[in-house]
């Protein structure tokens, strides 16, 4: 488990795929662009911090300390205007935000980051970084008395998003946060207050004003990680123009490389289409629950495609997400009933395979599509073993304890329920049920089965008869 295996990334800013090295052995600092916190997540942006949370996972696995660092954006254009429009102030809408986001990200099993830094309360760092700018000459006020960043200054801007900068309108300026690559231009540092800000600003050394999206991940993710750190991720629409223009004034600023590999996942789709409010299709998390689906399935689903794939959402795809999970759960449960004392050397030879190729796939780009099927492929084997009493207690202890470990991985299995004593009521109606069947009654044994779901319990029949167990709540 903490063998340190070369492990390879797809570096966006080379766009290819290298051999993962860290700065300091055995370390590893990341920076992940956290919510705007100016509404409910949702399931597109869960992909990307679910795809995160596997990286940091299998790099923990591997042996790393991870320094994960993910921001909460809570200044910018559409946070000022989510307040106003609620009438109440910033920090009272977006600490609102921010606590659903928590809660999100808890119901998903995802593990916390180390810092949680807010944009609000590193308003002096930004500042700092925007002297240096102006004193280097790369920021230049502009008639507005906003601070830009003058793009033609940086040789290397362009490199990440792979921008031509002959393409670049010279001079032109750009003062909102977003914007497309086609607009790319000077964008801005410091936008000095307009009346549409109402009561948002800071009175600084740059004048009464508040810092541009971009400088706020550029100030958090230097004070906690320091002026060059290992991997940056975000959502491949983060790309440009965020993560180029957080380079352009980290790198300006510093005169060193900001970050040695950047990591970007694809988009999400929801049955086919962009998901949008528009086209019926958006669901935040808390949608998906509200119909009733089990965030753990929801997890498995969006983790469960290459992150550098277009993923496709699909309430089908979220049924077959939940059988999976059901499916590993069952197999671990029923890896504690194991009684046998039979031996035949053949889980070893498989738990070996599952380790190579598992831990080859994860490897591998975090390939965890194929790192699930060759699990799926590996129970499966098991299985047939387990139906034949050839499996000891003494392996399938061994196996359940890869798949606790291959769990800190996935986060789907969690304490599986063993050791269940059936009331007595429940237990006579399982023996009903075994004696329909043998009578050939099936329509009876039907719905014997149908009411013990009712009461929350799972019949599994297998080669060595009925089995049960308590249904998840
Ligand atoms: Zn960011």
Redesign the pocket.
Known sequence: MTKQKRICIFNTLTRRKEEFIPILPGKIKIYT?GPTVYDYAHIGNFRAFLFEDLLKRWLEYRGFKVTHVM?L?DVDDKTIKGSQQKAIPLRQFTDFYAKAFFEDIKTLNIKNADVYPRATDHVPEMVEIIKTLQAKGYGYIGEDKSIYFSVCKFPDYGKLSHLKMGELKAGARVSQDEYAKEEAQDFALWKAWCVEDGDVYWETELGKGRPGW?I??SAMSMKYLGETFDIHC?GVD?MFP??EN?IAQSEAGTGKKFVNYWMHNEHLQVEGKKMSKSFGNFYTLRDLLAKGHDPIAIRYLLMSTHYRQQFNFTFEGLEAAKAAVERLRNFVRRLHEVESEVETGKVAVLTAKLEACFGGSMDDDLNVATALSSLFDFIREINILLDANMVSKQEAAEVGGLMMRLDEVLGVVGKVEVAEVLPQDIDALVQKREEARKAKNWKEADAIRTQLKSMGIVLEDTAQGVRWHKEKA
């Open positions: 662009c921001n954006t971009h706020e991940c975000g983060n965020h993560h957080e």
